[in-house]
């Protein structure tokens, strides 16, 4: 079992950055590929980016350019930064860990499911 828990969320104006910490517990992430999604009201879930075991990461194309995902095994934490933010960004962001050791863009590949963090984005 890998428990993940999100923070770093919060409210920011247009314009700003933030980083998002997903933190394990229980395994090492190592082992996994991790994955970030966001769930904006109204809306369903949907593939931000994620970042192999090796860790070459990949993003939707509607973040490319603002969003980095990092990791850090020793930490047994990954990062999710997010620059020049917009309201559209609005959302609860959930990073989840994929037992499979390359890129995975759909929910069905992720084992594990953080709780979200909520970002708000004010114009």
């Known amino acids: 079992q890998v428990q993940l828990v999100e923070s770093g969320g919060g409210l920011v104006q247009a314009g700003a950055s933030l980083r998002l910490s997903c933190a394990a517990s229980?395994?090492?992430?190592?082992?996994?590929?991790m994955g970030w999604f966001r769930q904006a009201p109204g809306n369903e879930r949907e593939f931000v980016g994620c970042i192999s075991r090796s860790g070459s990461a990949d993003y939707a194309d509607s973040v490319k350019g603002r969003f980095t995902i990092s990791r850090d095994n020793a930490k047994n934490t990954v990062y999710l930064s997010i620059n020049s933010l917009i309201p559209e960004d609005t959302a609860v962001y959930y990073c989840a860990a994929s037992p499979y050791s390359s890129t995975r863009y759909e929910e069905r590949w992720y084992l594990y499911w953080g709780q979200g963090t909520q970002v708000t984005v004010s114009s």
């Open positions: 229980g395994r090492t992430i190592s082992n996994y590929a």
